[in-house]
């Protein structure tokens, strides 16, 4: 390898180098590889790593690749030690036909950062192809009176070697009267001509055999022959003359076959066979007689093959015209291919990254790609975008090469995928557009946490339900993609660590169904929160949370409980009435609560059975028990009355109390005789015995019940109430299921109560004790006395 020496056209190339570096870092320098052809493949041609002046690891870290500028892939490089091998034989007159020196231009690219090294690849010709003339047999017709020193034109031989490689020399067998001489044409090529000697003698040698042999400069040196027959004629002084020397002609490229390029004409003064002419191209190269034909009567050049001004500009015909006795005049034609616009510009992607992460930094080089357009002038020239509103934008590069890169953030969640149109449009008439569609895909970044449908959800269960119930759902939606939007749900700790959560609900991870691990009880537990909380899968996990409220429903599982009369109490309470209580006289009270809410808790009261019916009712509210009519004498003195409470639930539930009711006369007879002694009284006594006994006891018992009711009015005055007599009571607290919790019962949730009858005073006073519930300490309801019953025992 050696650097590649300054000339002109290189110090323009380096001009236009800093023009098109467009922020690219381009190395200065041309390296310059060459190799012979018809080389080995996979032979060493050189090591870029020694070149460039990079580490063989930073060739695969920057994605190096070779590229040449007619994109085929002559030369690979081994990425693991920086060498540039043959990837194919090179054929020198394949790559460049007749073009010397044979010169392939490429560059090595460098991605991440950007980065371009030129070098050229230099291919040397072998001898490796025979010289050939394109006519075996050569006649020549010369007229016996051709003065000596006339010189013959002869058809050079072609060899497809350039170089010394190429034809250099031609010999003629010895004969008496030709010799060759070598003449350089315009092209820089030799042909032989023949040059006569002495003067020929039809009549002793008509016919002529030469034998001209081509030589080329290799080595050893390859060699070709032709015939050259010479017949000689009689005199013939006239060569033709061409109009014109040289014929200048311009054609456009797209011309058809067929087309005519130029006619020509030429003249000679002999007349018969010496003056009839023939035209014909004259050493001209393969090139020429592929592309072109001249009709050897009327002189047409016409096209027998397409024009590419892209491959060829120019082309130099010669022509002759020979008469009848072998003269021959000589003309140029010069055809220049005028360019048109007929090749539409090309597109070539180098590098493409897709997909490309939505959190992506602005800058990033999404595609390198290069553009190329073989016309000329403004036929060539490119303007190169992409639609509106992208988040990307388009830099130019070395040498027609672009970047796509990313303009602004992008977002998957908006849109994933960009098909961007690169749109190429050259400056010619008309105009020709290209347009190359890549795909760039947006990966998932987990930038989005999950969400819930609602920020609070509202469940409702019924109590008692059975364990592993679903109650009830709920829902996140997570906006990214892959993992990253697959959802997983939890309960959350409660704030209160003593609140059991994890043994009343759980909830399934993956769909979020809620469900009561527990039977509920409205009585115990009328409503709880709790939050659950929504992750994805990404890395970092994004969470959200939600609250979730339980309201428990009431069923109607709780009989109605009686406060009073208390039921499973030693002895039964009794109620006192006095024979001349009025209608509506409130006998008592019963007192009862229903541990349900709502309906379940509407109590109402009804009298079951009574010893006579008719004399007592019962209001359906409230439970007051009141007299229906006046009592007489014939009524029992002892009643028993039952009593049913029955809540408004579906089915409803009841519970039913017994009360025992009292006819007295007045406070001197509270009780009734005890069965023993109503049975002792109805057995014959002394009528003397008996007076003197029932004299004993009634005053005995007025004295006994003076004083005890004075004790009695006394004590209850100051708040103090004597054990004897009262009615048992329910001590400590009521169970909680039977507390009416939603406060739409006979009685509220706050209160329980103690009430009994002060039967040792004989008076009609309900006394209802403090309540027994912790959040209403102190509370006391006094029942108001009923005026007309402490009136009928005369009390003020």
């Not at 169970?735 to 009994?756: A, F, I």
Request: negative net charge; proline residues 7%; glycine residues 6%.
């Amino acid at each position: 390898m050696e650097l590649g020496k300054g000339n002109p056209q290189q110090i323009r190339q380096v001009l236009l180098f800093f023009v098109f570096l467009g922020g690219s870092l381009v190395c200065s320098e041309t390296w310059r590889y060459s190799v012979a052809e018809e080389t080995e493949i996979g032979s060493f041609i050189g090591n870029v790593v020694k070149d460039i002046g990079l580490g063989v690891e930073d060739l695969s870290a920057r994605g190096a690749r070779v590229i040449f500028d007619d994109y085929k892939p002559h030369l690979r490089l081994d990425l693991q030690t920086g060498n540039l091998l043959l990837n194919e034989q090179p054929d020198r007159e394949a790559l460049c036909d007749l073009t010397e020196p044979c010169i392939l231009h490429f560059q090595v690219l460098l991605e991440n950062p950007l980065q371009f090294f030129r070098a050229e690849f230099w291919v040397e010709d072998i001898n490796d192809h025979t010289p050939t003339f394109t006519d075996k047999h050569i006649f020549l017709k010369i007229s016996e009176s051709t003065a000596p020193g006339t010189s013959f034109q002869m058809d050079s031989a072609q060899d497809l070697d350039v170089g010394k490689n190429g034809v250099q020399n031609y010999t003629l067998n010895p004969n008496p009267h030709f010799h060759l001489k070598l003449q350089d044409s315009e092209e820089g090529t030799k042909y032989p001509e023949l040059l006569l000697d002495q003067p020929l003698d039809r009549e002793k040698e008509p016919e002529l055999r030469l034998t001209l042999t081509a030589l080329d400069g290799g080595s050893p040196p390859r060699s070709g022959t032709a015939l050259v027959r010479v017949l000689v004629l009689d005199i013939n002084d006239n060569a033709p003359q061409f109009e014109r020397s040289v014929y200048e002609v311009p054609i456009p490229e797209n011309s058809p076959l067929d087309f005519l390029v130029v006619k020509v004409s030429a003249t000679d003064l002999d007349a018969g066979i010496n003056g009839e002419l023939s035209y014909s191209f004259s050493h001209v190269s393969r090139d020429i007689q592929k592309t072109f034909e001249i009709d050897p009567i009327s002189g047409e050049v016409r096209l027998k093959a397409f024009l590419d001004f892209e491959l060829v500009q120019s082309y130099t015909i010669n022509i002759q015209a020979i008469d009848g006795g072998s003269l021959s005049g000589k003309s140029v034609i010069l055809v220049s291919v005028v360019d048109v616009n007929d090749n539409p510009p090309e597109v070539v992607v180098t590098s493409l990254t897709s997909p490309i992460p939505e959190n992506s930094s602005p800058e990033m080089v999404v595609a390198v790609f290069s553009l190329r357009d073989p016309d000329s002038g403004d036929n060539g020239r490119m303007v190169c975008s992409i639609q509106d509103n992208l988040p990307f934008l388009l830099k130019p590069n070395f040498k027609n090469f672009y970047t796509l890169e990313t303009e602004s953030p992008l977002d998957r969640e908006s849109k994933a995928e960009y098909n961007i149109t690169i749109t190429v449009t050259d400056m010619g008439t008309p105009r020709l557009k290209t347009e190359h569609n890549i795909t760039v895909l947006v990966s998932d970044v987990n930038d989005n946490a999950p969400t819930f449908t609602q920020t609070s959800y509202t469940l409702w269960v019924r109590e008692n339900n059975s364990p592993a119930l679903h109650i009830g759902s709920v829902s996140a939606t997570d906006t990214d993609a892959g993992a990253n939007a697959q959802v997983t749900y939890s309960l959350l700790p409660p704030p209160d660590p003593h609140v059991p959560l994890a043994s009343l609900v759980s909830i399934n991870p993956d769909n979020g169904h809620l469900f009561a691990l527990t039977s509920l009880d409205y009585e115990v537990l009328r409503a709880f929160e709790f939050r659950v909380g929504a992750a994805d899968r990404g890395s970092p996990a994004l969470s959200s949370q939600a609250l979730v409220r339980v309201l428990v429903e009431d069923a109607n599982d709780n009989a109605p409980f009686v406060l009073y009369p208390l039921q499973n109490a030693s002895a039964p309470c009794t109620e006192l009435v006095p024979r001349a209580a009025e209608p509506g006289y409130l006998v008592t009270k019963v007192v009862a609560v229903d541990g349900d809410a709502g309906q379940n808790a509407w109590l109402s009261y009804q009298l079951l059975k009574a010893t006579e019916p008719g004399l007592f009712g019962v209001w359906a509210h409230n439970g007051e028990v009141r007299t229906a009519r006046l009592l007489s004498e014939r009524d029992a003195p002892k009643q028993r009355l039952v009593v049913l409470v029955k809540d408004n639930g579906e089915p409803p539930l009841s519970a039913s109390v017994t009360l025992h009711v009292l006819l007295v006369d007045g406070f001197s007879q509270p009780y009734l005789p005890p069965p023993e002694a109503e049975a002792a009284a109805a057995a014959p006594a002394d009528p003397l015995t008996v007076y003197l006994v029932v004299a004993l006891a009634s005053v005995s018992s007025l004295f006994l019940f003076s004083v005890l009711v004075f004790v009695a009015v006394r004590l209850c005055r100051r708040g103090g109430a004597g054990s004897a007599g009262r009615c048992p009571v329910p001590e400590g607290h009521f169970p909680g299921h039977l507390v009416d919790v939603s406060g739409t019962g006979t009685l509220s949730q706050s209160y329980q109560y103690e009430v009994c009858l002060t039967g040792g005073t004989g008076t009609r006073e309900f006394k209802v004790l403090k309540s027994v519930a912790s959040n209403h300490r102190g509370s006391v309801i006094n029942v108001e006395e009923n005026s007309d019953f402490l009136n009928g025992f005369g009390f003020n």
